[in-house]
């Protein structure tokens, strides 16, 4: 990002999304893309004027995360290409979306790389799905220099907290008690068949833990239509939503990932499913957001359900301490956001010093080839001349203005050449103020210590 003059600006981090908290399934679902779709997508933003761009795409989200100098115009432009491929109302989009600015965009880009933002805290799958998505729009060549800082910051990041702290091993808690409830009612995993309805990421993590358990038997169904790919890639075969009834009826374990907004699992279903299982009981890990699963089958015989909040308190009551992991983590993330912005005010300094310098060195030339003759004294004064009169012929404007905002913008100035040069000036009303802040003093000839 330049200006007019070469100057590079500060940049400024925008994200637009839909998540589990903000937006119903239906519309994630819609909004979903795959690598094919998201190239596509990246296309449509850089045609919209967008050269900095990243799509994170998972089940429980869909992310843009825009670098550019407008960025509530960015995101104007990304809700009209969201408009346009979900085939919704401007108005019902907007809805659905929740916007990030400037440091609170930073946060937020740190706080799912590091998985403070997923359903279950600490999950390891987020990083790589940043990872991969970050790498998909290099390869499109939609990675400047300003989002290739956030993202090594990013991963830098998630790669610290992960290291000093153990928020990954609650993600791996809150699965494994899943496990050992299951396990503790079916006994041997190996012979446990496992139902997963839904394509949630808190699932996704679930079903792996039970793989690492030795489930073999596995089936995956659910109401949205990339389901049957997701079995594929999961390695799970694959049985029609309409067959739920059937499906549900054969399996020991069912993990709902869905949150659809509805349940997808009444009291009527899961009690002709105990039926048809003839007095083997049914564990249903609802770990859906709204929740997936009717509290009424509580009242069934041979129905256990567990929600990610039952999940969560078993994993608390253990030794391992989830929340106060987050805790540090979140700190971590806050100190990383500071430090972060710092160094961005840095680098955006040095481009101004580097060209002073230049202009300088271009006023030194000038000097020396127009007044080859001149001894140092003379020199000097016109050297001193030639660089002092611009700024001083804009001073001089400012002031004489009149008006309230020239006059702060004046001292503002001024203090800020105090402190540059390390001066002591003295204001119209008689007071001083220096530029010994910079924690430089001068001595009585003038110079710098």
Excluded: W
Excluded at 90 to 97: H, I
Excluded at 370 to 383: F, G, V
């Amino acid at each position: 990002m330049t200006d007019a003059a070469g100057f590079r600006e500060s940049p400024r981090y925008a994200v637009v999304g839909a998540s589990h908290q903000t937006a119903d399934a239906a519309f994630r679902d819609r909004l979903f893309v795959d690598d094919e779709g998201r190239a596509g997508m990246l296309a449509k933003l850089r045609d919209s004027d967008i050269r900095q761009a990243v799509i994170l795409s998972t089940c429980d989200r869909v992310e843009f995360h825009l670098a550019l100098s407008d960025p509530e115009q960015g995101v104007r432009m990304v809700e009209d290409v969201v408009a346009e491929c979900t085939g919704r109302r401007r108005n019902a989009v907007e809805e659905q979306l929740f916007r990030r600015y400037d440091q609170d965009a930073v946060r937020h880009i740190f706080r799912v790389a590091c998985a403070l933002e997923s359903q279950v805290v600490g999950e390891s799958q987020v990083l790589g799905q940043v990872k991969h998505a970050f790498a998909q729009s290099r390869d499109v060549e939609m990675i400047g220099a300003d989002l290739d800082t956030l993202y090594q910051a990013t991963f830098s990041l998630a790669k610290q907290v992960r290291t000093e702290t153990r928020i990954g091993e609650g993600a791996v808690t809150v699965a494994s008690a899943a496990v050992q409830i299951a396990r503790d009612l079916h006994g041997d995993p190996a012979k446990i068949r496992l139902l997963v309805i839904g394509l949630g990421d808190t699932g996704a993590l679930l079903l792996e833990q039970f793989r690492l358990a030795g489930v073999q038997e596995c089936v995956l169904t659910g109401p949205s239509r990339r389901t049957e790919r997701a079995a594929g890639r999961a390695q799970c075969h694959f049985t029609p939503f309409d067959s739920l009834p059937d499906a549900l009826a054969e399996a020991d374990a069912v993990i709902t990932a869905s949150g659809s907004g509805r349940f997808l699992v009444d009291r009527a279903l899961a009690a002709g499913a105990l039926r048809q299982r003839r007095g083997l009981p049914i564990i249903l890990f609802d770990c859906g957001s709204p929740e997936d699963v009717d509290p009424a089958v509580d009242d069934l015989d041979g129905a256990f359900r567990y929600t990610l909040a039952d999940l969560e308190r078993m994993a608390r009551e253990g030794k391992f301490g989830r929340h106060e992991q987050a805790n540090d983590a979140a700190r971590m993330v806050d100190e990383r956001v500071v430090s972060f912005q710092k160094s961005l005010a840095a680098q955006e300094g040095v481009p101004g010093l580097v060209a002073l310098r230049q202009h300088f060195e271009d006023v030194r030339r000038h000097v020396i080839e127009h007044h080859a003759n001149a001894d140092a004294e003379e020199a000097t004064r016109l050297l001193i001349n030639h660089l002092l009169h611009s700024p001083s012929k804009v001073l001089r404007d400012v002031a004489a203005q009149g008006g309230v905002a020239d006059l702060r913008d004046t001292i503002t100035v001024n203090r800020v050449v105090a402190r540059l040069f390390n001066l002591r000036l003295e204001d119209s009303a008689g007071g001083q103020f220096d530029g010994e802040s910079n924690g430089e003093g001068r001595k009585d000839d003038g110079s710098v210590e």
